[in-house]
């Protein structure tokens, strides 16, 4: 079955740095990619949504200077949390559609969970 | 505006004993898809089942079945037979079309279920 590949499942770092995270599609082609954010013990939050080669869609209350997307190639898409502060502090997780499969094919990674000290 | 709505923040269950697990949602969309997902400790989502607006049928995947009726927009998920694995969060999701991708999901809360020997 479509498996996305999502690294590093853990990062500690410091406040004010940089931290990028993975997530690529190992066997289709993931036309569109979806980032979420989850806190503990609440529901996942869609923050953005890209298409392959074109812009992220960000959802309303998001920062889009401090969460880049990139989704370059169809296989690959990361999410750059810029900046990093402690409330910046969730787990972080990406799904990947496939066009062909229209009724289904949401595939999510494993998430990340990140710490900012 | 569309809505994915679970009342149930957590439930215990006896193991080998069946679950109930209540979903509404709200749209005005007639073509619209509704999912479950499993979230096992560790974070990563597992898909569980799939429900169009259109399929005629409950959606079943072995001890999964989703009772949908359409007219009161509710999408419940049974679990029968419940075992120690299936203590997780449960989040039910709804489908929601975009002008620019194939849709997005949209999480309800979600439901803490803890299954007891």
């Known amino acids: 079955g479509a498996v996305v590949s999502q690294h590093p499942s853990r990062v500690i770092c410091k406040s004010g740095t940089s931290v990028k995270i993975e997530c690529r599609s190992l066997d289709f082609q993931a036309t569109t990619m979806f980032w979420y954010r989850q806190f503990p013990k609440q529901s996942l939050m869609l923050m953005a949504t890209s298409n392959e080669g074109s812009k992220a869609t960000y959802e309303q209350g998001v920062e889009k200077d401090k969460f880049l997307i990139n989704h370059a190639s169809l296989t690959l898409s990361t999410l750059t949390v810029t900046s990093a502060h402690p409330e910046d502090s969730s787990f972080y997780i990406c799904?990947?559609?496939?066009?062909?499969?229209?009724?289904?094919?949401?595939?999510f990674g494993s998430g990340t969970r990140l710490t900012v000290v | 505006a569309q809505k994915i709505t679970q009342t149930q923040p957590g439930m215990f269950v006896q193991e080998k004993e069946a679950v109930t697990l209540d979903c509404t949602y709200d749209?005005?969309?007639?073509?619209?898809?509704l999912f479950w997902y499993k979230q096992p400790s560790s974070g990563e989502m597992i898909f569980l089942i799939y429900?169009?607006?259109?399929?005629?049928q409950n959606a079943t995947e072995g001890r999964y079945s989703l009772n949908f009726q359409k007219a009161r927009k509710s999408a419940n998920l049974v679990i029968s037979a419940s075992q120690l694995g299936d203590s997780a969060m449960y989040f039910c999701?709804?489908?929601?079309?975009?002008?620019?991708?194939?849709?997005?999901?949209?999480f309800g809360a979600g439901t803490q279920v803890v299954v007891t020997p």
């Open positions: 799904s990947a559609r496939e066009r062909a499969a229209f009724n289904y094919g949401y595939t």
């Open positions: 429900q169009g607006s259109y399929d005629q």
């Open positions: 999701a709804m489908r929601v079309m975009t002008t620019d991708s194939w849709g997005k999901l949209q």
């Open positions: 749209t005005s969309d007639p073509s619209y898809g």
